[in-house]
């Protein structure tokens, strides 16, 4: 995204050029995958927001009912909205013992066997989380806390983090499978990492 | 199918997903599926997405992010300057000098922040270039900070103790608290054996600092002391019931933004980087919970946790000998996965054991974090090591070799632990809670 005809692929080291369609397919899919993340954030600061108005409410004698429920789905929402981000910032953990001792076209062929497993794995929970969300709909599956919850809206951000991430995985396969793919390199961490 | 067929290939798929480098949340999902597939006529997918959703939006588990971004505000703040100017004063006239600086600042960080690399980081960044500076042998710079940066691990709030507590559905707050004494004791042993370093090296301690006034000492640390405050009240609430576990991590949150307003470091940027950073972090631990709560489903259909309870039941083993089995079990298991992984992936089967056993599952949190620490200090995967490594620029084996006394020590502290059990229970059993 650094000048009008040329973008590169995140950070990566060698800028490919891409036009037309392609390249706003680029922009829109990086723009997806950012947005999802500041999401995530939001809802963790709703967290936050809601355990301080349960202790003050605690403290002036008021009752917040469903308080806990609440925070837990925003930690649903939270950390499934932010699965693509954190894949992009290459923060899930994985055993890298084997595959960072491999290189060239073996190191090639264990990143698109990860990945590949990775597409599998990550589809088949975004479809059964889209699933989910209809069959609690249909049947009407209310929340069996205070807060009486109809379950399927808490359930639809847990949806669409896990559809966002199961594209991020297939874009990730796709580009390894054409291009090169620097995002899981070893060298490529964020600043202030924690594990 | 025969049983010991499809036991053979879930146990492969799970060495096999996890080895190959399929991202570890995500392997067990697999392993699951396969476990599913392969012993149950259920169908799959549902009984998967059931399992995730109760496990991720359950109420305990709304600490992890909380605690994740308290330690991720102090990280960005002065605190790593602040804490060797604040504790250096102090240690000092100890024997063995400032090198106790690693230990203590450790330890406090160990109390802001749950995890052993951003403790390693916080008090390394400082602490080694000031005790290279003052002339301390690197061998025991290292060694004392790559050894108790994992503290991180064992003082609340720690990552990995609300992890356990919400795989196995124990308390976090009772696990917080077993964890105080034990880390303060491995804490103390560490300072001693910095003690007997310097007793008998004597030839390679730096001279003296000069001497200082009490009010110069205090004036010194003057930053330092809120945040021993503010982990205080932290710890404080929880043990005196008048705050959940998750309720004193939003206390943690907004007590650590005060101070970095107070310190004027506190921008739209790093409070949007520590935002994102928690958000990361978090969601990389709720993907392997995910994982796990799905592999845990999927274990109780294969049959093995209970197979393997009464294999242990069968050998009539002491305690004490599943005890050391165990310790031995997971030094390996760290050798490939990190700490919360292990502690995830080995639960559904560990735990039933443990409890065929008559082990005190509270107690088990704690010997397992101490044995999950001594492995992060081992190679060929040391986290620890990795980040020393990062900041030093000197070889994996060199820093092993430092961390080895520390490792040593870490064997005496399961020794104590298991002879004196107390030291982790007493606290849980006397604290006031307050339920949920």
Redesign the interface.
């Known amino acids: 995204m650094n000048t009008q005809t040329q973008t590169t692929l995140e950070e990566a080291k060698h800028p490919i050029r891409l036009n037309g369609p392609a390249r706003m397919l680029r922009t829109l899919l990086n723009g997806l995958y950012k947005g999802c993340g500041a999401i995530a954030a939001l809802f963790l600061l709703v967290l936050l927001f809601i355990i301080i108005g349960q202790m003050v409410a605690r403290w002036l004698g008021v009752q917040f009912p469903g308080s806990a429920n609440y925070a837990g789905y925003c930690m649903a929402a939270a950390s499934f909205f932010a699965l693509a981000y954190t894949l992009n910032n290459n923060a899930h953990i994985r055993v890298t013992l084997f595959l960072s001792k491999m290189s060239g076209a073996a190191r090639h062929l264990g990143d698109l066997w990860c990945l590949g497993i990775a597409c599998f794995l990550s589809s088949y929970l975004a479809f059964y989380a889209c699933k989910n969300v209809y069959i609690s709909h249909m049947i009407h599956d209310i929340s069996q806390g205070q807060d009486a919850m109809p379950l399927w809206i808490p359930q639809v951000p847990v949806a669409i983090g896990s559809v966002v991430f199961a594209i991020a995985l297939l874009d990730h396969f796709i580009r390894t499978l054409l291009f090169k793919d620097d995002t899981f390199a070893e060298d490529h961490h964020v600043e202030g990492e924690e594990f | 199918m025969n049983e010991a067929l499809a036991t053979g290939i879930f146990v492969f798929t799970l060495f096999f997903?996890?080895?190959?480098?399929?991202?570890?949340?995500?392997?067990l999902?697999?392993v699951a599926?396969v476990g599913m597939e392969l012993f149950t006529t259920r169908p799959v997918?549902?009984a998967?997405?059931?399992a995730?959703?109760s496990g991720?939006?359950?109420?305990s588990?709304?600490a992890?992010?909380?605690f994740?971004?308290m330690?991720?505000i102090l990280?960005?703040t002065r605190l790593s300057e602040d804490m060797f100017r604040g504790l250096a004063p102090w240690m000092s006239p100890l024997p063995g000098g400032l090198l106790h600086t690693n230990v203590v600042g450790s330890t406090i960080f160990a109390a802001v922040s749950g995890?052993s690399?951003?403790t390693l980081t916080t008090v390394g960044k400082m602490s080694i270039p000031e005790l290279t500076k003052r002339g301390y042998p690197e061998f025991m710079i290292f060694g004392t900070l790559v050894g108790s940066a994992t503290l991180g691990l064992m003082i609340p709030p720690s990552l990995t103790l609300i992890v356990y507590g919400v795989t196995i559905n124990e308390s976090i707050s009772k696990l917080f608290m077993a964890g105080i004494l034990p880390g303060i004791t491995l804490a103390i042993m560490f300072m001693a054996y910095v003690a007997a370093w310097s007793y008998f090296k004597p030839h390679q301690v730096p001279p003296a600092e000069p001497k200082m006034s009490l009010g110069q000492r205090i004036k010194e640390s003057r930053f330092l002391i809120p945040v021993i405050l503010l982990i205080g009240v932290v710890i404080g609430s929880i043990y005196t019931g008048t705050?959940t576990a998750?309720?004193s991590?939003?206390?943690g949150?907004?007590g650590a933004m005060t101070l970095a307003i107070f310190q004027g470091s506190l921008t739209k940027a790093t409070f949007?980087?520590s935002?994102?950073?928690?958000?990361?972090?978090?969601?990389?631990i709720?993907?392997?919970l995910?994982g796990a709560a799905f592999l845990a489903l999927a274990m109780g259909f294969t049959g093995l946790p209970s197979l393997a309870a009464e294999f242990i039941a069968g050998l009539e083993l002491s305690p004490l000998t599943l005890i050391l089995a165990l310790m031995v079990f997971y030094i390996i298991l760290g050798c490939?996965?990190?700490g919360i992984?292990s502690v995830v992936l080995t639960m559904a089967v560990v735990e039933p054991m443990v409890r065929q056993a008559g082990i005190d599952l509270l107690w088990f949190g704690i010997f397992i974090v101490v044995v999950v620490e001594m492995a992060q200090i081992t190679p060929?995967?040391g986290?620890n090591l990795f980040v020393l490594q990062g900041m030093t620029k000197k070889s994996i084996g060199y820093i092993a070799r430092c961390a080895f006394p520390m490792f040593l020590i870490m064997i005496v502290m399961v020794g104590i632990l298991i002879t004196f059990p107390e030291l982790a229970t007493y606290l849980p059993e006397n604290m006031r809670q307050r339920p949920?």
């Open positions: 997903l996890l080895g190959s480098g399929v991202w570890i949340g995500l392997a999902l697999g599926f997918g549902d998967m997405i059931t995730i959703w991720s939006s359950g109420w588990l709304t992890l992010p909380l994740i971004w330690g991720e990280y960005r995890s690399a951003a705050a998750t309720e991590a939003a206390f949150v907004v949007i980087q935002l994102m950073g928690a958000t990361r972090t978090s969601c990389m709720a993907l392997i995910a490939f996965l990190d992984s060929p995967i986290f949920g």
